[in-house]
């Protein structure tokens, strides 16, 4: 999934069911991802103090919801289940 979306971009599950999303950015040191779902941040994780660190963040999608992923260092993968 990660090469079909952007971070700060709100996509809709149009599916009939839930999906989960699930993204990383696996910069390491400091930073950090929220997952915001109908303008709820649902899941968030601000930095790491070293370079081995990642940042990662998941939920629950209902259908007809809105999501999108907000990063200040990038995103290295994102999966969604249920598409």
């Known amino acids: 999934m990660t090469a079909q979306r952007q971070l700060n971009v709100v996509y809709t599950n149009d599916t009939a069911n839930p999906i989960m ?4 950015d696996g910069y390491g040191r400091g ?21 081995s ?8 999608v209902p259908s007809g919801s809105t999501y999108k992923i907000i990063s200040s260092k990038g995103c290295s993968g994102w999966t969604e289940l249920g598409r």
Do not use: H
């Open 21 to 24: 999303v699930s993204a990383r």
């Open 53 to 60: 660190s990642v940042n990662g963040v998941e939920g629950i």
């Open 31 to 51: 930073g950090g991802m929220e997952l915001i779902v109908d303008g709820i941040c649902v899941s968030q994780n601000y930095g790491g103090k070293d370079a």
